[in-house]
């Protein structure tokens, strides 16, 4: 019976050691373990429990990425490691697929190089890829050249070629801000002249304009010009108003050189000036009343002083009456004042040319009747008028309604009176 129990033993250790030469099958791709796994053998390989275990066939799902195992309990057990599939591409997302094997997706999005000129994206191959879009960098200024750099995104160079405007005196260049810059370079425009300002205009170019007062040599009795034909200053008499002649105070005859009209060579006229430069004001040209007035009306009394019987004036000696006498001098005026009863107006005219010279209102304002008779209404209207020696009128208003009027009219402006001191006589 000893014998009989010693024979079991060994056939259960025999048993037991073929259980465990099956699980280290020694297969091409397989390991051995001299440990016990109670969750099977793991490895890229086959894996094969033996005949009677639960992998009867070998653990190899043909998919490089997977880690193959054989599970005391489930079987085989493929398990994706996705650190296999790392293509070395960095803008792929890798993973391990179980069925597929390694998957590797284009992101667009880890290419993007946050430049606004290119289009990125993902390729499989070669890894991100960028395309430059010029027409994104067209920064609106005509001068620059406008270009997307894959490196540096939009870029603009300034081509100072495209700002010649065909002006020789300007520096002609592109601003990348601003656009074409013409800076005006005045030495360019140089003439040689000394007494010529020479500058440049970025629109029209050299100018070259004469100056006199480059020419100025301090000397008063001298007129200073430049000459560009000469391209000299040229100095001469002293004449301010270009009459021709030379100032009195230059040694010259011309007694008045701020006046043109006023020369050795011009005639006298009445106006208070010397005209004809030979020392007397108005001489042989003044009215019969001693002034400028042609239509005056005088009355002189008494004489010089001393008493000078060659030469009186508004006075005559005569011995039958008593010694000096007043003498008159009448003046015929030419002028005829005419009522216009419908407006409120009278008329100055000239006898000689029939011709109207003035028109004027006469009455109070508020009995101004215009282009109507108002005689049964509030209004004044013109009816006598009265003329005194010195041609002045005076119109008798009649009042409808209202206060009768007298109104007086100068015939010679001159004796006017500028009542509201403002320079000029109103009417």
Request: aromatic share 4%; charged share 25%; glycine share 12%.
């Amino acid at each position: 019976m000893a014998f009989g129990k010693k024979i079991g033993v060994w056939v259960a250790i025999a048993a037991l050691a073929g259980t465990l030469a099956a699980c280290t099958d020694n297969k091409p791709g397989a390991e051995s373990s001299d440990e016990p796994d109670n969750n099977g053998a793991e490895n890229n390989g086959a894996v094969n429990n033996g005949a009677e275990g639960p992998c009867a066939e070998p653990c190899n799902d043909g998919n490089p990425c997977t880690i193959d195992t054989c599970d005391s309990l489930n079987g085989c057990q493929y398990r994706p490691d996705n650190t296999a599939c790392d293509d070395g591409i960095e803008c792929t997302a890798d993973s391990c697929d179980s069925l597929r094997g390694c998957v590797h997706e284009a992101m667009d999005t880890l290419c993007d190089d946050n430049h606004e000129c290119t289009t990125n994206r993902c390729d499989l191959t070669a890894g991100c890829v960028a395309t430059p879009d010029p027409t994104q960098c067209n920064d609106g200024i005509g001068c620059t050249i406008d270009r997307c750099d894959l490196a540096n995104g939009c870029v603009h160079e300034g081509n100072p070629a495209a700002c010649d405007d065909g002006i020789s005196c300007t520096v002609d260049s592109c601003d990348e801000a601003e656009g074409c810059v013409h800076q005006a370079n005045h030495a360019q425009c140089d003439d040689g002249v000394a007494c010529t300002l020479d500058e440049c205009d970025p629109i029209g170019g050299c100018s070259n304009l004469t100056n006199d007062e480059l020419c100025d040599d301090g000397d008063s009795c001298t007129t200073n010009t430049c000459d560009r034909d000469s391209a000299q200053c040229i100095a001469g008499d002293r004449d301010e108003d270009g009459d021709g002649f030379t100032d009195w105070r230059c040694g010259g005859d011309d007694c008045s050189d701020e006046n043109f009209f006023a020369n050795p060579s011009a005639t006298e006229i009445c106006n208070n000036i010397d005209d004809d430069c030979d020392g007397d004001i108005d001489e042989g040209v003044q009215s019969a009343c001693g002034d400028c007035n042609d239509s005056c009306f005088a009355v002189h009394f008494g004489g010089d002083d001393p008493w000078n019987e060659e030469d009186m004036y508004g006075t005559a000696y005569d011995e039958d009456r008593g010694g000096i006498i007043a003498d008159s001098v009448n003046r015929r005026f030419n002028f005829l004042w005419l009522p216009n009863t419908g407006e409120s107006t009278v008329s100055k005219w000239d006898a000689n040319t029939a011709t109207e010279l003035a028109r004027y209102k006469v009455g109070l304002p508020a009995g101004e009747c215009v282009g109507q008779c108002c005689w049964s209404s509030n209004c004044n209207q013109p009816s006598r008028v009265g003329v005194d020696g010195r041609g002045d009128s005076y119109v008798a208003n009649r009042g409808f309604g209202m206060q009768g009027t007298v109104t007086k009219i100068w015939a010679d402006i001159d004796d006017c009176v500028d009542r509201n001191n403002n320079g000029v006589i109103d009417t």
